[in-house]
Nanobody
Framework: QVQLVESGGGLVQAGASLRLSCAAS????????MAWFRQAPGKEREFVAAISWRGSKRYYADSVKGRFTISRDNAKNTAYLQMNSLKPEDTAVYYC??????????????WGQGTQVTVSS
């Protein structure tokens, strides 16, 4: 079992930066791929970024490439999402997720409770 807790969301203006954190607890967390998803009001949850358990592979959604960076520190049981040049369309609840498989689909085994990111124009 893996428990995930996100933090770092908030209200910022367009062009600003935020760093989200996802603290994990439970056994063998280092063997799990980690990902970030987001869900805006009235929309389906969408993939944002994923990182393999060693950090050697990363995927990004086209909409965030070049602006967002996913990383992890297995010694601290924490994954991060650095978000730069934020746009109003980035406004959503951001969720971190963990799964034994490195993938871009929403079928991750474990999910956090989400953290709100709001970008004003």
């Amino acid at each position: 079992q893996v428990q995930l807790v996100e933090s770092g969301g908030g209200l910022v203006q367009a062009g600003a930066s935020l760093r989200l954190s996802c603290a994990a607890s439970g056994r063998t967390w280092g063997n799990y791929a980690m990902a970030w998803f987001r869900q805006a009001p009235g929309k389906e949850r969408e993939f944002v970024a994923a990182i393999s358990w060693r950090g050697s592979k990363r995927y990004y959604a086209d909409s965030v490439k070049g602006r967002f960076t996913i990383s992890r520190d297995n010694a601290k049981n924490t994954a991060y999402l650095q978000m730069n040049s934020l746009k109003p369309e980035d406004t959503a609840v951001y969720y971190c997720a963990a799964d034994p498989l490195f993938k871009q689909t929403v079928s991750y085994d474990y999910w956090g409770q989400g953290t709100q990111v709001t970008v004003s124009s």
